[in-house]
């Protein structure tokens, strides 16, 4: 009996999901991010805006708390991990608001995947940024590339990647 394309796919992702579970333990934030997407893509549905009104509330408490524009919050967490909480990037940044490991330690930030204290951390850290260069712009290059590039370059830096991210930030901001 010959297999459809369908039950070969279901097959080999069977297959897939047998892998990830017996690496679970080890790269567990990363696998759980993975098989979020996997299974919204095999329901045929788009990453979408985790609605949660704690994550709202959140954003609103740390935005406020930090003079932060609360659109500007949700734009970074929309840019950097599309709300997914426990989104980790091939650099290792972590949380919805994608903390560098040791950058979320300066913060205080034990757990970044808790989002309660990655927004903290997050929105802290955007503020010096801001504050520092005196500018949104620059804060969000600094915030995508690192301060010293932005240093590095006296300004946003030359990399499409940073480019991008600000101008996808500010349009999300604007937009949201």
């Known amino acids: 009996m010959e297999l459809s394309g369908l039950e ?3 097959s080999r992702i069977r297959q897939i999901e047998s892998r990830i579970s017996s690496l679970e333990h080890k790269f567990a934030p990363t696998i759980s991010s993975f098989k979020t997407v996997l299974n919204e893509k095999i329901q ?3 990453p979408s805006k985790n609605n ?3 994550i709202n509330k959140i954003i609103e408490k740390y935005s406020s708390e930090n003079n932060l524009d609360k659109n500007l919050v949700d734009a970074v967490i929309k840019a950097e991990s599309n709300y997914e909480k426990n ?3 091939h650099a290792g940044a972590q949380g919805l608001m994608q903390l560098m490991p040791l950058t979320a330690q300066s913060l205080g930030v034990i757990d970044p ?3 309660e204290q990655n927004i903290s951390g997050g929105t802290k850290y ?6 520092r260069y005196n500018s949104v712009e620059l804060g969000l290059a600094a915030y995508n590339a690192g301060p ?3 240093n590095k370059y006296g300004g946003i830096p030359p990399f499409e990647e940073t480019r991008n991210y600000v101008k996808k930030v500010l349009e999300l901001q604007k937009n949201p």
């Open 87 to 89: 989104a980790v990037s």
């Open 126 to 131: 955007l503020k010096n940024l801001i504050n």
């Open 113 to 115: 995947f808790d989002p």
């Open 148 to 150: 010293h590039n932005v």
């Open 8 to 10: 070969i796919t279901l």
């Open 52 to 54: 949660d009104t704690d």
């Open 44 to 46: 045929n549905k788009e």
